[in-house]
């Protein structure tokens, strides 16, 4: 019989921080354990919660360890799911399973979020979300999640080998509002623009402040608020290079412009 | 992002995808913090 505590196990860190009213910023595991290489993932891992504390903000790392969903993992959490073998992929769908199983587990951006406002965190830093593919039907889990889960999340849009338009598009669908930062383009991770306008943008961390103060007080949209803070034009890989925009199809820089644009 | 595509990436753009990534993460992660901070 596996001992596990069911609870989602909040660190003292940012326990103390949410006890107290202090920021906290969620940050999810995958990219540890899945999204980079080892042994460099841990740095990684470690320099990006100092980004966070660099502002006067508290990480929160969410993963899971032996079954225990785990808000604010600590450096041995940290140390486990970049090194372990075996480390599930949780989406919102296997926490419960995963943890019954006493699993270790890393967990996406639709887990992450989930998780993070069942904490009472409101604020998450990613990569990418995941989005609409362009050839079989495959829609990640990511948008219905932010279409019923508060969260604010940062990212640089989704990889341009999606379908960026058909994203934006369910995204819309769904009612999950999308603003850049100091952009009306949307990013495309790897590249500054996708090449699709948005209808808004902000341009610094008191206007998106004052939108989820508004949120709040209007008390009608309960979806997720995309944050799109595109790379700078001169930190972007090179747009042309077809294998940022398809790993299989070598056509892809003529492709550019037919699909990616409208 | 599936780790398939994200080591295809590594590999065809020989390393710089990696620096990239992990930049953009940084960014993100320091953007994130200080929106927490305006909103707390």
């Not at chain 1, 949120?215 to 995309?226: F, M, P, S, T, Y």
Request: aromatic share 4%; charged share 20%.
């Amino acid at each position: 019989m596996i001992v596990t505590d069911l609870h989602i196990r909040v660190g003292p860190h940012v326990a103390e921080a949410l006890r107290t009213g202090q920021p906290v910023v969620a940050l999810e595991s995958t990219i540890v354990a899945h999204g980079l290489p080892r042994p460099d993932n841990l740095r990684v891992a470690r320099e990006i919660e100092q980004a966070v504390r660099a502002t006067g903000a508290v990480p929160a790392t969410i993963g899971m360890i032996e079954g225990t969903l785990t808000v604010g993992l600590d450096d041995a959490g940290l140390t486990r799911l970049a090194t372990a073998d075996g480390v599930a992929k949780l989406s919102v769908r296997d926490l419960a399973v995963a943890a019954a199983a006493g699993a270790d587990g890393a967990t996406t951006v639709a887990a992450t979020s989930a998780v993070a406002v069942a904490a009472g965190i409101k604020v998450f830093a990613t990569g990418g979300l995941g989005g609409v593919h362009r050839e079989a039907f495959d829609e990640s889990n990511d948008l219905i999640t932010l279409a019923r889960t508060p969260i604010t999340v940062v990212c640089a849009g989704v990889k341009s080998i999606l379908d960026v338009g058909a994203t934006l598009e369910r995204l819309e669908t769904l009612g999950v509002t999308v603003v850049g930062y100091g952009t009306r383009r949307f990013p495309g991770f790897y590249i500054t623009d996708a090449g699709f306008d948005l209808d808004w943008s902000v341009d610094t961390p008191e206007q998106v402040a004052a939108v989820l103060a508004a949120r709040r007080e209007q008390g009608v949209h309960v979806g997720g608020l995309v944050v799109a803070n595109p790379l700078p034009l001169d930190e972007q890989l090179d747009p042309s290079c077809t294998t940022v925009r398809s790993p299989t199809a070598s056509p892809g820089c003529a492709a550019r412009g037919s699909r990616a644009r409208r | 992002m599936t780790p398939f595509l994200l080591a295809h990436f590594h590999a065809a753009t020989e390393g710089k995808s990696l620096a990239v990534n992990v930049r953009i993460i940084l960014r993100n992660a320091e953007l994130a913090g200080r929106i927490a901070v305006a909103a707390a």
